[in-house]
């Protein structure tokens, strides 16, 4: 179950973007790109469910909602943001790969 969280795509994407500190929703989109706004709204939900992020909303004109790592997303951090690096500094090797497989 845990594995499925800190696994899915969208849910690493934002744990890496939120590391730099909070962010608002269309910020957070615009950084993550080619997210719908459905699935982020998912994701964050999910986030907050599991005590992954938080969300703040201030009472403004309009509305202000900034979302942020909480103690235990941050220290996800440092895993994932390993696993991304090895990701990109090996993405040219499993690209060819996988078209020497097909």
Known sequence: MVLDRIGD??????LLSLAHGPMRFTALRGRIGG??????TQTLRAMET???VTREVFAEVPPR???ELTALGR???EP???VA???EN?????????TQST
């Open 65 to 67: 909602v900034e979302y």
């Open 9 to 14: 795509k969208w849910s690493v994407l934002v």
């Open 75 to 77: 220290s996800l951090h």
């Open 50 to 52: 599991d005590g992954l």
């Open 90 to 98: 090996h993405v040219t090797e499993i690209l060819t790969h996988r």
């Open 85 to 87: 690096t090895w990701a």
């Open 35 to 40: 997210v719908t706004p459905k699935v982020l």
């Open 80 to 82: 994932i943001s390993a």
